[in-house]
């Protein structure tokens, strides 16, 4: 049985699809050539899913995306006091790469700008510009488990456009807040942001980071607990730039987007997103990227101030026979809750199904509707589906 939830997808980006406007970024040659029809999502879940739709495989750069493992990786190596000194945590109300810097200390806004990415780069330990670009390649490459390369065209597209990174650079060198010399800073940050990506990458990435640091594949701890937070954190208050506020607002969902028509989002303790597709609104997020985001938020309710519990706690049991298989649901069903069962439906070949939702004690539209769709699609396959549901939640 094919899930849901691919469907759906493929559904929301044929209908976000005629969200025109904004235009391809012209400062880098390489990103100046993307094609304006690439559009691509990808959904990875705690539980280890992973769904895509469109070009969900194409490879594109990462870009600004990668100021979110760079950033914790120099918390990793220097600390959050350490860190505190060279680098704040507040909005900055200003475009991407605005001069936002505080007046009295000289340190960037916040980590997600170019100015306080610059920062954070020359905190990253390393000899050499490449040195710091390989260790983010790697944690990128750990997180999304396979080996990333750096694309070299589009890192040398980066440097013959990076005059205002060098300008920024510099300033902050005179300031004293950066750890490295300005050509090797605005090299290595170039480098960064020329890693190769799909949307299955970035979305697996996400799915690391909404379980805590943790693998959902491999139950290995890859990023530490304390520093994951904060870098949500700062992606909630400051990862769509001057356009945050009503991203925020709207989707309700830590984000970080990038130059080259991506933006990756986490919903902690249920699901890692990420879409692609290069016309750029004015804030520099993509058009396409965000009425999908906007979609999934408000049809799947994962607006992060929509209480949910995790997804793992949906199955209380499964009773798989050769002829019969009962699935026993408790709790409040959500998105990620109705994830997990539709997983767990998926794993059963026996002919007849009982779905039993005396243990349920609500569930949301969001919820109702994939799992009625799975029912349907079982029927359809000539499964015997039987729905116990004495609370009518189903029919709400």
């Known amino acids: 049985m ?3 939830i691919s469907n759906y997808l493929r559904t929301v980006l044929d ?3 005629g969200s ?3 235009s391809i970024p012209q400062g880098n040659a390489e990103l100046a050539r993307a094609d304006t029809e690439l559009f691509g999502i990808a959904l990875a879940t705690v539980g280890g899913s992973v769904y895509t739709a469109g070009d969900a495989e194409y490879e594109f750069s990462v870009q600004s995306i990668a100021k979110t493992l760079a950033y914790a990786l120099a918390l990793d190596d220097r600390g959050r006091d350490a860190m505190a000194e060279i680098v704040d945590t507040e909005p900055s109300g200003d475009s991407f790469n605005e001069i936002s810097l505080e007046p009295e200390t000289g340190r960037p806004r916040n980590a997600l700008i170019n100015a306080g990415a610059l920062a954070v780069h020359s905190m990253i330990e390393g000899t050499s510009s490449e040195d710091r670009a390989e260790r983010v390649r790697l944690l990128h490459s750990r997180l999304a488990g396979r080996e990333l390369t750096i694309d070299a065209a589009v890192h040398e597209a980066e440097l013959a456009a990076d005059d205002r990174n060098t300008g920024i650079a510099h300033l902050l060198k005179a300031v004293g807040v950066l750890g490295a010399d300005p050509a090797e800073v605005v090299d290595g940050y170039a480098r960064q942001c020329a890693i190769s990506v799909n949307c299955r990458d970035l979305a697996t990435i996400a799915a690391v980071m909404a379980n805590g640091g943790i693998s959902p594949e491999t139950g290995e701890r890859l990023l530490d607990t304390r520093h994951n937070r904060h870098v949500l954190s700062v992606m909630a208050t400051c990862g769509m730039y001057d356009g945050t506020g009503s991203w925020i607002s709207t989707v309700g969902i830590p984000a970080k987007s990038g130059v080259a028509g991506a933006i990756i989002g986490v919903l902690p303790g249920q699901v890692g997103i990420a879409v692609v597709s ?13 009425a999908v985001f906007e979609r999934l938020s408000r049809d799947l309710e994962l607006h992060m101030m929509h209480v949910s519990p995790t997804g793992d706690s949906a199955v209380r049991t499964t009773a798989d026979g050769d002829d019969e298989a009962t699935v026993e649901l408790q709790g409040d069903l959500r998105f990620a809750g109705a994830e997990s069962i539709l997983v767990a439906l998926s794993r059963t070949t026996a002919r007849a199904l009982v779905l039993d939702f005396e ?12 799992l009625q769709h799975a029912v349907d699609r079982l029927r359809e396959e000539n499964r015997d589906v039987t729905v116990r549901d004495p609370q ?3 029919s709400a």
């Open 359 to 370: 243990h349920v004690r609500a569930i949301d539209d969001a919820a109702r509707s994939l």
């Open 20 to 22: 025109d406007g904004g």
């Open 392 to 394: 009518s939640l189903m």
């Open 278 to 290: 290069p016309n750029l609104n004015e804030h520099g997020n993509s058009v396409r990227g965000v």
């Open 2 to 4: 094919e899930s849901p």
């Open 15 to 17: 209908e976000c699809r």
